[in-house]
């Protein structure tokens, strides 16, 4: 197989960077992006095409779980490089006549951008040549509520997203914001969290040595401690009093 060099494809939004600014139409009307989520997490997705099966399993199962994530203050924004037409008459043909694993009526209320020109696509290095010219491929971008991208996770055209793992991912972004940790292999709320490693030698043996109450230190630069799952919930997501 022929492999096409990197010409117009080159640039790549990185974690790290403020999300690429652009207006876009949507079937929710005109969006300008990251700016009207300031304040908000932002999960901003590609897909390949409209009409076509995996991409309908994964709308299904996204649009069935926004209300989870609005819980937890984000919005999904959806883009492909088809015309507002198409997404529209695929919507409409998802709540109406598609069924999949127990999810039917599913009403898509989130915003789909229509990018005929793949401008926005290319921006977002959604256009990946030697997977696909025309279409996008499964990009994922955790845009944060200053408009930084904080996780970035790429799926190629044939596998269908995990969607409890980009809750996953978001829920443990929000978790090391909130109470200045990182997460584990596996990680989910409940599980034992990793405290930033010791920053001088003092901390180091004082870790060792049992000064820091409440750690678990497998060594000095292995220290995990109890977070539970209630006290994360009650500052990661909105919950109802
Ligand atoms: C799909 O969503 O089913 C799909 C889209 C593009 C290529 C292959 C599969």
Redo the contacts with the bound molecule.
Sequence with gaps: MEILEEKEYAAMPRIGDLAPAFKAITTQGEINFPSDYKGNWVIFFS???DF???????FMTFASMEDKFEKANCKLVGLSVDGLYSHIAWLRTIQEKIKFKGMENIEVKFPLIEDISMEIAKKYGMIQPNE?TT?AVRAVFFIDPTGIIRAIIYYP??L?RNFDELYRVLIGLKTSDEFDVATPADWVPGDHVIIPPAGSCGVAKGRMDGQEEGLDCKDWFFCTKELDKKTILEKVLRLES
Excluded: F, N, R, Y
């Design positions: 897909h390949p095409a076509t099966p995996v991409c309908t399993s994964e696909d279409k055209l044939s269908g």
